[in-house]
Each structure stands twice: as structure tokens, then as C-alpha cells.
């Protein structure tokens, strides 16, 4: 951008987007701290979303045109808009479950299964609806829960493995047209490789009395919650927000981990003596709220005060990209 000795002012239009974007992502927060937005205002920005499509329609028809930027605008005013609203309300009020044009009322025939090996792998794979996970038997999974037409979910199972995903609909956004409720209960005998996908919707998850070997999760635009604080054992955690929530209970054990937020809010909640080394991203629209917890920043860094002698070492990578991380919240993890 520059200004000529004439007063005439030009734009790079390269960077007009971003500056839409950056200007709306940081107005947001500041009229919500100031009073001019409520939380419902806010919560019902992320309902802007169809205005992407209409604004890639418009780029599309103006593009051989001298408007043709114009379209770029409104996605990414949008976009500036529903990361504002996120960075605002911590990504809660994306998703309460409640995405799918009908309720899940009917019940699906139950399945069962086990495991015969001392280790397994399970993914749960759920497109729009509600989730929720918890530990039982020793060897044994169930699988129970509701939707539209009693058909259920899409199993496959065997003696180390088991996969439960939605049923493939059909068309670009059938993803938000049924609602489903699944419970699934997990074995608490062999080590479990355990992945979570989420596509609209909400999970919670009580893996206590597990042992595990790695726990990945991926929300997109979804709210979840993690219990990992009476895991048997556990090695490694990943996760992946794309416009999410995720609250995440960590272990009273040794581990390792990846998270990433993308439009997305995490909070952390540690136990009581563990030590904690967290690493960040260097994003301009990030938040770290990691002081007032005893924690030492060096660099990019915030470190446990003898760390390095902790009996319990925690430590994770964690990148926000306009998004936001919270260790030990007054509301807690739930």
C-alpha cells in the first residue's frame, strides 16, 4: 500500500483479502469484550458459512471482469468473521451435536465383539451427530445408539481391529443431513490404538482404566472432550481442530504429543505435580494462555520449573493458526 504527494491511495490487491480478514478476525474479540455483541450474536456467526460457496459463485462469474476480487472479499470477510467469532467464544458454541435436518430416535441393532490380542486398533468415524465413548470389559467392545432410520453405523471388526463409521450418503453435504448417536464401549484388556474423527457434531470420550498406545483425533468443526487423567498407560496424543473444540484431561503419565488448532480452541487441564513442557507455533493470530501457572517462557517454550526431574514429563507441540490454547481453565476440560 502506498500514498502518492497527490493523496491517491493504492491497494495491493494480493493483500486486501488478508487485511479484510485480519481486520474482521481482531474486530470481533474487541466488541465482544467491549459489550456490542452478545453471545448468542456470536455464537451464530459460524451459520455464515454458505456465504463461502456464494462467494467463490460471484469470484467465478466476475472473473474475466475488473470485479472479479470482489468475490475473494466476501469469502474472506466470511472467514474473518466466523475466526473472530471462534477466538471469541473458544470454539463451544460451533457445535453442540445438533447439526442433522432430523432427530436420531430410532434404535439401531446393537453389535458386540472383542479382541483376542494383547493389542488392537479402533477408529470411530462419526459425520454429524454425537459421540460418546467409555471404557468396560476386559476384552469386549459395544456398539449401541440412534438415528434417523434404525441402519446404523458401518462396522467392521476383527480379532485386533474394529471400525465404526457413518454409512456413506450420497452427495457434496449429506454430511450435515442425518444426525446420529452413537455410545461405544471399549475393551480395558489390550493396548488400544485409538482414532476419533468428528465431522460436525460432539464426542466425549472417558478413556479411564485403558492402556494406550496413541490417541488421534481429528475435529472438524466439532466440540469434543478427552478424559485421559485415569488412562492405564498411555504413549502418544495427536490431534487436528479445523473450526473445533477440544478439551483434553491429560494423564497422570509420561507422554508425548502434536496438537494443532486451525480456527479451533484447546484447553488443557494437567494433574496435579506433573511436568509440563509445551512448545508453541509462531502464528500472529494465536493465543497461548499458559502464564499464572508456575510455567517458565523461554522462546517459544514454556517449561515446568525442574522438568527435567519430574517423575511425570509431558510434552507437547502445540500450534494455533487463529485459534487458541488455555492450560488449566477456572471451568475445567469438560
Not at 466439532?222 to 484431561?249: P, Q, Y
Not at 522462546?299 to 507437547?316: K, R
Request: hydrophobic share 40%; proline share 4%.
Amino acid at each position: 500500500m502506498g500514498l502518492g504527494y497527490g493523496g491517491a491511495m493504492h491497494v495491493r490487491r494480493g493483500f486486501l483479502g488478508w487485511g479484510v480478514f485480519l481486520i474482521l478476525a481482531g474486530t470481533v474479540p474487541l466488541l465482544v469484550r467491549s459489550g456490542f455483541l452478545t453471545d448468542e450474536q456470536v455464537a451464530n456467526l459460524w451459520t455464515l458459512w454458505p456465504l463461502i460457496l456464494v462467494g467463490i459463485g460471484v469470484g467465478l462469474l466476475l472473473s474475466r471482469t475488473r470485479y472479479g476480487f470482489v468475490g475473494g472479499l466476501i469469502v474472506a470477510a466470511t472467514f474473518g468473521l466466523m475466526v473472530g467469532g471462534l477466538l471469541s467464544s473458544g470454539v463451544s458454541t460451533i457445535s453442540t451435536g445438533s447439526c442433522g435436518s432430523e432427530a436420531a430416535t430410532t434404535a439401531f441393532p446393537p453389535r458386540d465383539g472383542s479382541f483376542s490380542g494383547s493389542s488392537a486398533e479402533v477408529t470411530l468415524q462419526l459425520n454429524c451427530g454425537k459421540l460418546e465413548v467409555a471404557a468396560g470389559q476386559a476384552d469386549g467392545w459395544h456398539v449401541e445408539g440412534h438415528d434417523r432410520d434404525g441402519s446404523g453405523p458401518e462396522i467392521e471388526s476383527d480379532a485386533s481391529s474394529l471400525d465404526v463409521r457413518s454409512p456413506d450418503r450420497n452427495g457434496p453435504f449429506t454430511f450435515f443431513s442425518q444426525h446420529d448417536d452413537w455410545n461405544v464401549t471399549l475393551p480395558t484388556g489390550p493396548k488400544l490404538d485409538v482414532n476419533l474423527k468428528l465431522n460436525a457434531g460432539s464426542s466425549k470420550a472417558n478413556l479411564r482404566g485403558t492402556s494406550i498406545g496413541r490417541v488421534d483425533i481429528e475435529l472438524n468443526a466439532g466440540a469434543s472432550t478427552v478424559d485421559l487423567g485415569e488412562v492405564a498407560a498411555i504413549e502418544r496424543l495427536e490431534a487436528g481442530l479445523n473450526a473445533g473444540s477440544l478439551g483434553i484431561s491429560l494423564p497422570n503419565h509420561s507422554m508425548t504429543g502434536t496438537i494443532e488448532a486451525n480456527a479451533g480452541s484447546v484447553k488443557l487441564c494437567a494433574p496435579d505435580g506433573a511436568g509440563l513442557r509445551l512448545r508453541t507455533g509462531e502464528s500472529i493470530i494465536a493465543g497461548y494462555d499458559y502464564g499464572g501457572h508456575g510455567l517458565v517462557q523461554n522462546g517459544n517454550t514454556w517449561t515446568t520449573p525442574g522438568y527435567d526431574t519430574a517423575a511425570v514429563q509431558i510434552d507437547l507441540e502445540t500450534r494455533a493458526n487463529a485459534g487458541s490454547f488455555t492450560l488449566n481453565p477456572e471451568d475445567g476440560c469438560d
